[in-house]
C-alpha cells in the first residue's frame, strides 16, 4: 500500500492537491477550543477527526514540562495560561496529527495487528535488561506518562499512519 501511494503521490499534480487539502483543514476545517483542563478537557477537530482529550492532556503536559525545564521552576495553571501554552498544544496537535489523521482516514490507511505489535515491541523504551521487549517495563512507562495501554497503541497506530503519509509525499525529494 505504502507504494501505491508512493506512486500516486510522485507527480507535481498530486502534491498541489494534498497541499490544497492541508490548507483546506488549516483555514476551514480545523477548530480548536480550549476549556481548561479537567473533566471536559479540550478538543481540536479536523473534519471528522477528533484529538481526545486524554491526548490532549499528554501533550499539554509534555509541552508544560518543557517550558518547566527551561525556566527552571514550576509553572501554575495561571502562568500556563499566560504563557498560551494551551493554544500553542491545540496548534500543534492541529497542525501535526489531526490533519493527517483525517487524511489517513480519507484514504483508508490501515496498519495491520502484527505491523503494530512489532512497532511497540521495537521500542526502546519498552526493552527490559536483555533487549526484548518487556510487558512489565511497558506498563511501568505507561503509568509513568499517565497512559493506558489502549491509548498508547491507538496513539503508535495514528503516528504511523502519520509517517506513511509524509513518507509517501517526501519519496524523491531531495534536500
Same mark, same amino acid.
Given at each position: 500500500?505504502?507504494?501505491?501511494?508512493?506512486?500516486?503521490?510522485?507527480?507535481?499534480?498530486?502534491?498541489i492537491?494534498?497541499?490544497?487539502l492541508?490548507?483546506?483543514?488549516?483555514?476551514?476545517?480545523?477548530?480548536?477550543?480550549?476549556?481548561?483542563i479537567?473533566a471536559?478537557?479540550a478538543?481540536?477537530?479536523?473534519?471528522a477527526?477528533?484529538?481526545?482529550?486524554s491526548e490532549?492532556? %499528554? +501533550?499539554?503536559?509534555r509541552?508544560?514540562?518543557v517550558? $518547566?525545564? &527551561?525556566?527552571?521552576?514550576?509553572?501554575?495553571? =495561571?502562568?500556563?495560561?499566560?504563557?498560551g501554552?494551551?493554544?500553542?498544544?491545540?496548534s500543534? %496537535? +492541529?497542525?501535526?496529527?489531526?490533519v493527517?489523521?483525517? $487524511?489517513? &482516514?480519507?484514504?483508508?490507511l490501515?496498519?495491520? =495487528?502484527?505491523?503494530?505489535?512489532d512497532?511497540?515491541?521495537?521500542d526502546e523504551?519498552?526493552?527490559?535488561?536483555?533487549?526484548?521487549?518487556?510487558?512489565?517495563?511497558?506498563?511501568?512507562?505507561?503509568?509513568?506518562?499517565?497512559?493506558?495501554?489502549a491509548?498508547?497503541?491507538?496513539?503508535?497506530?495514528?503516528a504511523?499512519?502519520r509517517?506513511?503519509?509524509a513518507?509517501?509525499l517526501?519519496?524523491?525529494v531531495?534536500?
Amino acid at each position: 500500500m505504502l507504494s501505491m501511494l508512493r506512486n500516486a503521490s510522485k507527480g507535481w499534480i498530486s502534491k498541489i492537491l494534498l497541499l490544497l487539502l492541508v490548507l483546506s483543514f488549516a483555514v476551514w476545517g480545523i477548530s480548536g477550543q480550549t476549556g481548561g483542563i479537567g473533566a471536559s478537557g479540550a478538543t481540536v477537530t479536523a473534519g471528522a477527526t477528533k484529538v481526545s482529550a486524554s491526548e490532549y492532556l %499528554l +501533550a499539554y503536559n509534555r509541552q508544560l514540562n518543557v517550558i $518547566q525545564q &527551561r525556566i527552571r521552576q514550576r509553572i501554575t495553571p =495561571e502562568q500556563a495560561r499566560l504563557f498560551g501554552i494551551e493554544n500553542q498544544v491545540a496548534s500543534q %496537535l +492541529a497542525a501535526g496529527g489531526a490533519v493527517l489523521d483525517e $487524511q489517513a &482516514r480519507l484514504m483508508k490507511l490501515g496498519l495491520s =495487528e502484527e505491523n503494530l505489535s512489532d512497532l511497540i515491541a521495537s521500542d526502546e523504551a519498552f526493552q527490559g535488561l536483555n533487549g526484548s521487549f518487556d510487558r512489565g517495563q511497558f506498563r511501568s512507562v505507561l503509568r509513568n506518562v499517565g497512559m493506558t495501554e489502549a491509548d498508547y497503541i491507538e496513539s503508535r497506530k495514528k503516528a504511523a499512519q502519520r509517517q506513511q503519509i509524509a513518507e509517501a509525499l517526501s519519496d524523491g525529494v531531495a534536500m
